[in-house]
């Protein structure tokens, strides 16, 4: 089984801020990736899949990158609405799994 | 438009059988590229992928959970039902259910349905 390891755990940033999240896979999973932003209360949302491809409507200053075992999710300019935790996906292999989550709190 | 909506009930006992739907609409369970997933997540934790059904009706379960879980579907009705048995203390959080696109992983989610098992 494929097991995802995010790093940090919890991010403290302020507004503006270029914030970076890793997630490493324990086994190659070529590019079947995905990341998701959740909010308290609410349901996940899809920000990027196949490791770079940004999902419709989702804000150009997030992007994805990596293959293999090591991607990461890049928040270019911090905002307001950005702060919440983050989970990557992998969809490589059954059976599908997630990270333990980042979150990415006020500093 | 795209929908997913969880049902199902809210507080279930130990040892109990729980039975959740998934009523879908906006797309079609006999679609070749879509499925429908579980996923939960207990209170504070993180997610947890469950199952996914495919539109051939074949499913793919999570390893530690396969003996209690069980996925079927009603496609007159645009249902996916989650069947788990042997309830646990732990099994309490959201359940949500997502449509599966291949290549796409989880693009649309429902609100979710929160379980509690308690005696």
């Known amino acids: 089984d494929s097991q995802l390891t995010q790093s940090p755990s919890t991010l403290s940033a302020s507004v503006g801020d270029r914030v970076t999240i890793a997630c490493r896979a324990s086994q190659n999973i070529n590019r079947w990736l995905a990341w998701y932003q959740q909010k308290p209360g609410e349901a996940p949302r899809l920000l990027i899949y196949q490791a770079s491809t940004l999902e419709t409507g989702v804000p150009s200053r997030f992007s994805g990158s990596g293959s293999g075992t090591e991607f990461s999710l890049t928040i270019s300019s911090l905002q307001p609405d950005d702060f919440a935790t983050y989970y990557c996906q992998q969809y490589n292999t059954y059976p599908w799994s997630f990270g333990q989550g980042t979150k990415v709190e006020i500093k | 438009q795209v929908t997913l909506k969880e049902s199902g009930p809210v507080l279930v006992k130990p040892t109990d059988t729980l039975t959740l739907t998934c009523a879908i609409s906006g797309f079609s369970l006999s679609n070749e590229t879509m499925g429908v997933s579980w996923i939960r997540q207990p209170p504070g934790k993180a997610l947890e992928w469950l199952a996914h059904?495919?539109?051939?009706?074949?499913?793919s379960y999570s390893r530690p959970l396969r003996s209690r879980l069980s996925l079927s579907k009603d496609t007159s009705k645009s249902q996916v039902v989650l069947t788990m048995t042997n309830l646990d203390l732990v099994d309490t959080g959201t359940y949500y259910c997502?449509?599966?696109?291949?290549?796409?992983?989880?693009?649309?989610w429902g609100q979710g349905t929160m379980v509690t098992v308690s005696s």
């Open positions: 059904l495919f539109s051939n009706d074949r499913a």
């Open positions: 997502a449509r599966g696109v291949v290549g796409r992983a989880f693009d649309v």
